[in-house]
């Protein structure tokens, strides 16, 4: 069992950047790999990032490419999602997920919404223009 926490959302400009954290307990997150997506209102969940159990392998949608960055720290249990240039399109929840496979994984099944099997409350980002 995996409990995920995230927190770092809020209000922002077009422009700036916030950082989120993700919290996580139990003892297999050092070898999980997790991930980030996000849900605006009438919209269904989207993948955001995805990193590898050790930070060797990341993913990026499209549309954050090059602006966000994920990274993780095993010591603390936490992944992270640092998110620059921010534009109003990035308003949404944003939820931190923990993989149900180990190991090496294809990209759709780091992309699949439905291949997370723990989940976070989500944290709210808002970004004005």
């Known amino acids: 069992q995996v409990q995920l926490v995230e927190s770092g959302g809020g209000l922002v400009q077009a422009g700036g950047s916030l950082r989120l954290s993700c919290a996580a307990s139990?003892?297999?997150?050092?070898?999980?790999?997790m991930g980030w997506f996000r849900q605006a209102p009438g919209q269904e969940r989207e993948f955001v990032a995805h990193i590898s159990w050790n930070g060797g392998s990341t993913y990026y949608a499209d549309s954050v490419k090059g602006r966000f960055t994920i990274s993780r720290d095993n010591a603390k249990n936490t992944v992270y999602l640092q998110m620059n240039r921010l534009k109003p399109e990035d308003t949404a929840v944003y939820y931190c997920?923990?993989?149900?496979?180990?190991?090496?994984?294809?990209?759709?099944?780091?992309?699949?919404?439905?291949?997370?099997?723990?989940w976070g409350q989500g944290t709210q980002v808002t970004v004005s223009s």
């Open positions: 139990g003892r297999t997150f050092s070898s999980t790999p």
């Open positions: 997920a923990a993989h149900r496979r180990r190991g090496l994984l294809t990209t759709a099944q780091a992309m699949g919404v439905r291949e997370y099997a723990y």
